[in-house]
């Protein structure tokens, strides 16, 4: 008995040990060519995107190096909010006296919608622990926490990473050019595309991801940092979907209200009814991304 309750302690210590590093030391390990403290590590950029998985499946990077001179970096997480981009942008201007020409921000209109939660355990991986328990206390005040969100947050997201860094480290590292996949994304095709159900009705909007919104442009503003929203194109089905037609109205009142620079989808030439160019309602094939990314340079340079 006496040997069971010291392997059970040891165990607990250890997953406390590492708990804590991982709470206080995880943003600055280097995780290749993703994260902030890699965009950190590459110095003055021309340009920094920060958004969610639409902005790392639909922009191409190698593109946008090319373009660039390799002086641009895109910091994106599965399912990024506007609180957690507001927080992200803190942290970059905390830990980086580097010069970014410009920051390109996601227009997303559904982010407005998104309860504030922990959408990707690398966010928790990324932030320091100041950035942590801001997030944190945003989640508290939107009502989704509780013991076992405590758990995930602070204890369990993450770990994984943490535990086989040496083994995941470099296979992370090769998604940042596949659009966080491992192998270049193509097209389920036409059918699937015309007839993949989605249901966006009875979203409705989330006060503290506005407020982010209007706090990351304060920000911006006050810091001189130039910037611009960017909304990429969905699948023309979502596109036209009434309830993505409000909320881009809503995203765009917002941007207009207080004098940001945008681009919207419908200023890019970029065919959205073409399935070949899309994997899912959001996100584009390998090839839809290459050539929007062409045609949004010469809008956006």
Request: with cysteine.
């Amino acid at each position: 008995m006496k040997k069971i309750f010291l392997t059970l302690l040891t165990a607990l210590a250890l997953t406390g040990a590492v708990a804590a590093f991982k709470n206080l030391y995880s943003a600055y390990i280097p995780i290749g060519n993703r994260g902030i403290n890699a965009c950190v590590d590459q110095g003055d950029l021309k340009a920094l995107f920060i958004g969610s998985s639409t902005f790392r499946c639909n922009i191409d990077m190698p593109t946008m190096d090319k373009a660039l001179d390799n002086k641009v970096f895109d910091i994106s997480y599965g399912g990024n909010q506007c609180v957690a981009v507001d927080i992200q942008y803190d942290e970059i201007k905390k830990r980086s006296d580097n010069k970014y020409d410009l920051m390109v921000f996601e227009l997303g209109p559904l982010m407005l919608t998104e309860e504030v939660m922990l959408s990707d355990s690398r966010v928790i991986w990324d932030l320091t622990f100041e950035g942590k328990k801001r997030l944190w206390d945003k989640m508290y005040e939107g009502g989704n926490t509780d013991l076992s969100m405590m758990y995930e947050y602070f204890i369990s997201s993450g770990l994984d990473d943490l535990i086989t860094y040496p083994i995941t480290e470099p296979f992370y590292a090769t998604r940042y050019y596949k659009g966080a996949k491992t192998e270049e994304t193509l097209s389920p095709g036409r059918e699937y595309l015309e007839n993949e159900p989605f249901d966006i009705s009875g979203l409705n909007t989330v006060a503290s991801q506005v407020q982010a919104v209007r706090e990351l442009i304060d920000k911006c503003k006050r810091d001189g940092q130039a910037f611009v929203f960017i909304e990429t194109p969905p699948y023309h089905r979502l596109y036209n979907d009434p309830v993505y037609q409000k909320y881009l109205s809503d995203f765009i009142a917002i941007l207009d209200e207080e004098g940001a620079d945008y681009i919207l989808a419908s200023q890019v030439d970029f065919d959205n009814t073409d399935p070949e160019n899309y994997e899912d309602m959001n996100h584009m094939s390998y090839k839809g991304r290459t050539l929007y990314t062409k045609e949004l340079i010469e809008l956006l340079f």
